[in-house]
């Protein structure tokens, strides 16, 4: 079994910075991509931004205010929010594919969420 716990998420206000971490426990061999969610009320849930290897990928919303970055030893995951826009208030979360043992299937893995609410 597999836990990615999420944490970071505040009230700011707008134009202000946070830095979320998911930590992965429990059963992992490896980790292969890992990515940040994020759901805002009433909208759909969307990739905000991902990292794979040494290959980084963002959404347009985010790109030079957000930047992504994992400790692969310590097996956790960053999202640096900078100039935080009131848009960017949702409940953010994180995804990995992990590979719980060598005989089992690399599978993809969900954090419970944290708040991010950004204020004018």
């Known amino acids: 079994q597999v836990l990615l716990v999420e944490s970071g998420g505040e009230r700011v206000q707008a134009g202000g910075s946070l830095k979320l971490s998911c930590v992965a426990s429990?059963?992992?061999?490896?980790?292969?991509?890992m990515g940040w969610y994020r759901e805002a009320p009433g909208k759909q849930r969307e990739l905000v931004a991902s990292?794979?290897?040494?290959?980084?990928h963002y959404a347009n919303s985010v790109k030079g205010r957000f930047t992504i970055s994992r400790d692969n030893a310590k097996n956790i995951m960053f999202l640096q929010m900078n100039n935080l826009k009131p848009e960017d208030t949702a409940v953010y979360y994180c995804?990995?594919?992990?590979?719980?043992?060598?005989?089992?299937?690399?599978?993809?893995?969900w954090g419970r969420g944290t708040q991010v609410t950004v204020s004018f």
């Open positions: 429990g059963s992992v061999l490896a980790i292969n991509a």
């Open positions: 995804s990995a594919s992990v590979r719980g043992g060598i005989l089992t299937p690399e599978l993809d893995y």
């Open positions: 990292i794979s290897g040494g290959t980084t």
